[in-house]
């Protein structure tokens, strides 16, 4: 680490300005009087030198969310590191020098990124560097399951969307469907179709497959329902039929 001790030959005596300067330490300057008759003047104090700190800013931007907390950035190979705030502010302070490695940008259910910001950072001693705003997009995964009707029929035509990232699809005649896109986190799935009662599906979603169909999700039926009298009596056996709206249907009545 060095002694620290300095000596400068031939100083005559005189006042003088004293100035120290190293990399990652505010210059320090004092003036010093170096008295007449003087052979070896030795300071009667060290020169204290106090580290420079500059503040490196910026933002991070969580897609499809209103909560940008939790992102950690840090800067490879160093061991400086922060997090985000709820609006995705982040700072940090270094100490002056030029950085070279790049920034990286993580959070769980988000792709990391650490390629926006590669250029040489410089710090300066109390000042402030401010970055451009970083976006980190979800990662996503595939959802493939399975609809049926409260009479465990496949139910063709049902809606399925990602409440996060809004991806939809709709399933086919046997009830499967396949979700591609879905957002990697604690997910939902809001299941609709008409004539029966919209559903929202909680669940864990991973990258890559995640296949729920082994357990069917059942969406069940709205009804209709009246009576056929005489005007007195109820009748049995009357034709109903209900159509309309791209929709037709005929029961008798019990």
């Known amino acids: 680490t060095g002694s620290g001790l300095f000596q400068i030959p031939a100083a005559p005596s005189g006042n003088f300005e004293l100035t120290v300067s190293l990399a990652g330490y505010q210059t320090l300057s004092q003036p010093v009087f170096i008295p007449e008759g003087s052979t070896d003047y030795t300071l009667p104090y060290d020169m204290a030198l106090v580290q420079a700190f500059g503040t490196l800013e910026g933002v991070v931007r969580l897609q499809n969310s209103s909560d940008h907390s939790g992102v950690t950035v840090s800067i ?89 990232n809004g991806v939809s699809t709709s399933t086919a005649a046997d009830g499967t469907f396949t979700l591609t896109g879905a957002a990697v986190g604690d997910n939902s799935l809001l299941i609709s179709k008409g004539g029966y009662r919209s559903l929202v599906h909680t669940l864990p979603i991973v990258s890559g497959n995640n296949d729920i169909s082994g357990s069917p999700i059942v969406l069940n039926a709205n009804s209709f329902s009246g009576q056929v009298t005489d005007g007195s009596n109820a009748l049995a056996g009357a034709s109903v039929t209900l159509s309309g709206s791209g929709f037709s249907a005929t029961v008798t009545t019990a």
């Open 76 to 164: 490879l190979n160093t061991a400086y590191t922060t997090q985000t705030d709820i609006n995705g502010v982040w700072s940090m302070q270094l100490l002056e020098d030029t950085y070279t490695d790049n920034l990286q940008f993580s959070r769980a259910g988000f792709i990391t990124d650490n390629s926006t910001h590669t250029a040489d950072i410089v710090i300066n001693a109390q000042s402030v560097t401010s970055l451009s705003t970083v976006t980190l997009n979800r990662d996503s995964g595939t959802i493939i399951g399975r609809i049926l009707d409260n009479s465990a029929n496949n139910l063709e035509g049902a809606l399925v969307s990602d409440n996060i």
